[in-house]
């Protein structure tokens, strides 16, 4: 199953980010993800972010019903 990650849902990040990454797993999708965190959001504790970037990826399911308000 595909699994998603909307910036705005990465703790400590824009709440406004309109940046959303897909892949198969967490690995890949922090792996896309991480280039865009440091260069636009240039946050101070980058292992931290990255780690909260990981627990925010979700199961493509949940992250449409996310965007749906369905959750």
Do not use: Q, Y
């Not at 198969?24 to 896309?32: A, L, P, T, W, Y």
Request: net charge negative; aromatic share 8%.
């Amino acid at each position: 199953m595909m699994k998603a990650l909307k910036c705005k849902d990465i703790e400590g990040l824009n709440p406004r980010c309109p940046f959303e990454w897909r892949g198969d797993s967490e690995d890949e999708i922090v792996f896309k993800a991480a280039e865009h965190i440091i260069l636009w959001h240039r946050p101070r504790n980058v292992p931290e972010v990255l780690w909260a970037a990981r627990n925010a990826v979700r199961a493509e399911e949940t992250a449409l019903a996310r965007a749906a308000g369905m959750d």
